[in-house]
């Protein structure tokens, strides 16, 4: 078995974060989301690893290079655009052979790993394999109808109308049917070639997609709100650990973890909580479900759920909370007079001002 990772999505929900970086990158608890997506292949007995890749390109071969910190043997595979998860089924035809594989979205997370669904699928091996949850609001995933005896019977991406609450979950298992269900496709209303259309075809023409619903956590981290979640889960599962310099004057409270370089001074750090290499936190407080990423500078300031990507400062700002803040920004106090607001805003930014 193979594994195909798409990683070529622009995240545009994570903007302006996604104007310079790939969304797959940002960080949680300091590593990025592709990372353990990396890692759960890799313990599900997976080697041979093909990733899609876009626009971010050099970003991610730099980050992940020839697979082998993660037990894997990586091919990049080039998508000209975003033109759906079937289309990326597409690009791998040639590198994925006639070899079943896991298809696995690059953003998304899930606790537990992807062990269990792989080793049901190699057992019974169905044209197709998905993963369900329930989830609140079904019309913004692809969503699963079941029968009764669980095997899928319809799927629909998007619905305005949804038959379930089962919306699938970023990872799916093929074997070689696929191809010939993919190259049926005609673009979606959207523009792009459904993943979903693609398992509907199968179950149409006959074949066996059988489905797992899940009761762990998973998240799509496609924005801030998700991002903030899935690191307060990774956090809770830390071990306090101090690498770096901690001086008498600090207090570290909890489940803190202070990596190698970072220097703490005169400050209160409640865990769970990472201050990473070669970080500096001076006179400050940093609160829990809180990711300072390597070479971050917080003095004076208060911050708290939130994470901070690397070489960025806050200097002198009385609190800060569920924020996610770029890499190189300097967060400063506005001058006192006159009674303003100043801001230098990238496309597509969001901002909330107390006034």
């Not at 005169?266 to 769970?272: D, L, M």
Request: hydrophobic share 45%; glycine share 10%; proline share 5%.
């Amino acid at each position: 078995m193979k594994a195909l990772v798409l990683a070529g999505g622009s995240g545009t929900r994570l903007r302006p974060i996604t104007h310079t970086s790939a969304k797959q990158l940002v960080p949680v608890a300091n590593k990025p989301v592709l990372f353990y997506g990396l890692e759960a292949i890799a313990a599900a007995g997976i080697q041979e690893t093909g990733i899609v890749v876009g626009d971010t390109h050099a970003e991610i071969e730099a980050a992940v290079g020839d697979g082998s910190a993660f037990g894997l043997r990586v091919t990049y595979l080039r998508q000209r655009a975003p033109l759906g998860l079937a289309h990326a089924v597409l690009v791998a035809r040639d590198y994925l052979g006639d070899d079943d594989f896991v298809m696995y979205l690059g953003d998304n997370f899930i606790v537990g790993g992807i062990d269990g669904v792989v080793d049901r699928f190699n057992r019974e091996r169905p044209a197709a394999q998905i993963m369900l949850t329930r989830v609140g609001d079904p019309r913004k995933f692809g969503v699963a109808e079941l029968d009764a005896s669980g095997r899928v019977v319809g799927l629909e991406e998007k619905p305005s109308a949804p038959r379930s609450d089962l919306a699938l979950v970023g990872v799916y298992l093929f074997t070689p049917a696929i191809h010939e269900a993919v190259a049926e496709l005609k673009p979606s209303w959207r523009g792009e070639l459904e993943i979903t259309d693609a398992i509907q075809w199968m179950i149409d023409k006959g074949l066996r997609v059988e489905s797992d619903v899940i009761t762990g956590y998973w998240k799509d981290t496609g924005n801030v709100t998700d991002m903030l979640e899935v690191n307060r889960l990774v956090l809770e599962s830390v071990e306090p650990r101090v690498d770096g310099t901690v001086d008498a004057a600090s207090e570290l409270i909890g489940r803190v973890v202070v990596e190698p370089g970072a220097v703490v001074e005169r400050s209160r750090i409640v865990g769970p909580a990472v201050i990473g290499p070669g970080a500096r936190i001076a006179d400050s407080y940093v609160g829990p479900f809180t990711s300072i990423a390597a070479g971050c500078t917080v003095s004076g300031s208060e911050i708290e759920y939130s994470i901070l990507l690397p070489r960025s400062s806050i200097s002198g700002v009385s609190r800060i909370e569920a924020s996610l803040i770029g890499h190189e920004v300097e967060v400063t106090p506005a001058p006192a007079t006159p009674r303003a607001h100043r801001l230098v805003l990238g496309d597509h930014s969001k901002v909330q001002i107390s006034s």
